[in-house]
């Protein structure tokens, strides 16, 4: 009898991890193990791609929010991995208004949140100027949730298209709670956090603890600046935000946020701006803190830039600097520029302003650089592709 051939190994595929640039976007895909990438891209050379998302509910389908060039703001979609795009037919729009008046024009769109399982074909977009807009097609339509784009108390919360944020105000974080597609979150940058139990028919705003600048009203909701409000998967009652003004958490049915980025070391402080929470572990998250002294320049602080993890929900804080340069890096990570894998030990990944993607495949004990001299790095998020 010849002997029985030894069964091949089939080892599974690893995550794939999305970034949007400001000159286009790039996929790349791992190996069961993360240790070995393959680049997929440019997508969309040349144009502005501000978010890049997988939808996890099939694991095929993608959408990118882009700005292209003098054809102004769209979203994209494709259906098989990135291999072919098409664009929305009605991409996010203010409605018209008569001739004369004084209407919204949307920018951009900033942020893409795919919808609760139960509804397969919605997704919710964000755009600066602030704006919340649903597609209830898979991102092939979109219209205005009117509940809160034409809630006169949140236009003036919302302020105008100079609000003094650096490329415009945004409207971020749209979060759906994933055990009630109407309990909805989002972050107005300015203008605070709010909540809708309706499926965003009305809304309510969550500052309670938050602080602002120096001088300005803590009363006045025109003046908070949540800079990423994120949601614990493994306890929906947790959320983490990092804010202009420091990093908090809150746990609900509480309204109350507590400040729990005082425990970061004083030289290099708790103002940043991405968030990214453990997907098994409510109590560990992560920052990226940046220097945000005097005219805040936006860059690691001292040139060394570090990772920042708790694993008791605040309490305390440590340096993550493994493998990233230890000095004379003057780059920073945008709020959507850091995400984790659900791999285990979980995978981080932080793309700079400087165009390089920094990953860590045990939780930020050590990184390598997996991606260089991609354009400036505005948007990274991770996915399960379906097998």
């Given amino acids: 009898?010849?002997?029985?051939?030894?069964?091949?190994?089939?080892?599974?595929?690893?995550?794939?991890?999305?970034?949007?640039?400001?000159?286009?976007?790039?996929?790349?895909?791992?190996?069961?193990?993360?240790?070995?990438?393959?680049?997929?891209?440019?997508?969309?050379?040349?144009?502005?791609?501000?978010?890049?998302?997988?939808?996890?509910?099939?694991?095929?389908?993608?959408?990118?929010?882009?700005?292209?060039?003098?054809?102004?703001?769209?979203?994209?979609?494709?259906?098989?991995?990135?291999?072919?795009?098409?664009?929305?037919?009605?991409?996010?729009?203010?409605?018209?208004?008569?001739?004369?008046?004084?209407?919204?024009?949307?920018?951009?769109?900033?942020?893409?949140?795919?919808?609760?399982?139960?509804?397969?074909?919605?997704?919710?977009?964000?755009?600066?100027?602030?704006?919340?807009?649903?597609s209830p097609d898979g991102g092939a339509s979109w219209e205005p949730v009117s509940g809160l784009n034409d809630d006169p108390r949140y236009r003036e919360w919302m302020g105008g298209p100079q609000d003094g944020t650096p490329n415009g105000p945004k409207l971020h974080s749209v979060i759906v709670d994933p055990r009630d597609p109407a309990h909805l979150y989002l972050g107005m940058s300015s203008g605070g956090v709010h909540e809708s139990v309706d499926e965003g028919r009305s809304w309510r705003p969550i500052i309670q603890g938050m602080e602002v600048v120096d001088g300005l009203d803590a009363a006045n909701i025109t003046f908070h600046d949540p800079h990423c409000v994120r949601i614990s998967p493994a306890n929906p009652d947790r959320l983490y935000q990092q804010n202009h003004c420091g990093i908090y958490r809150l746990d609900r049915p509480g309204t109350a946020w507590v400040r729990i980025g005082k425990a970061m070391p004083p030289s290099v402080?708790?103002?940043?701006?991405?968030?990214?929470?453990?997907?098994?572990?409510?109590?560990?998250?992560?920052?990226?803190?940046?220097?945000?002294?005097?005219?805040?320049?936006?860059?690691?602080?001292?040139?060394?830039?570090?990772?920042?993890?708790?694993?008791?929900?605040?309490?305390?804080?440590?340096?993550?600097?493994?493998?990233l340069p230890r000095r004379d890096a003057w780059w920073t990570v945008k709020r959507q520029a850091m995400a984790a894998d659900a791999g285990e030990p979980v995978g981080l990944y932080a793309g700079t302003t400087s165009g390089e993607l920094w990953a860590s495949r045990d939780q930020g004990r050590r990184f390598s650089c997996i991606a260089r001299h991609l354009p400036e790095i505005y948007a990274v998020e991770t996915g399960e592709p379906a097998r």
């Fill in 1 to 134: 009898m010849a002997p029985r051939a030894p069964k091949k190994s089939v080892r599974s595929r690893g995550p794939v991890v999305l970034v949007a640039t400001r000159k286009g976007a790039w996929i790349l895909r791992a190996d069961a193990s993360r240790r070995s990438w393959r680049s997929d891209g440019p997508h969309f050379l040349g144009q502005v791609i501000h978010h890049l998302v997988l939808d996890p509910r099939d694991g095929r389908t993608l959408l990118a929010a882009a700005k292209t060039g003098h054809l102004g703001p769209t979203i994209f979609r494709s259906s098989d991995l990135g291999r072919s795009w098409k664009e929305a037919a009605r991409p996010p729009a203010f409605p018209k208004v008569a001739e004369g008046e004084k209407g919204r024009t949307v920018d951009h769109t900033f942020w893409l949140t795919p919808g609760h399982p139960s509804q397969p074909g919605t997704w919710y977009a964000g755009t600066s100027p602030h704006g919340l807009f649903r």
């Fill in 269 to 323: 402080g708790d103002v940043g701006f991405p968030m990214v929470v453990h997907p098994r572990d409510p109590d560990t998250a992560w920052v990226f803190p940046m220097d945000g002294t005097s005219v805040w320049p936006r860059t690691s602080p001292g040139g060394r830039p570090a990772v920042y993890g708790t694993g008791n929900g605040g309490r305390t804080w440590r340096r993550l600097d493994g493998g």
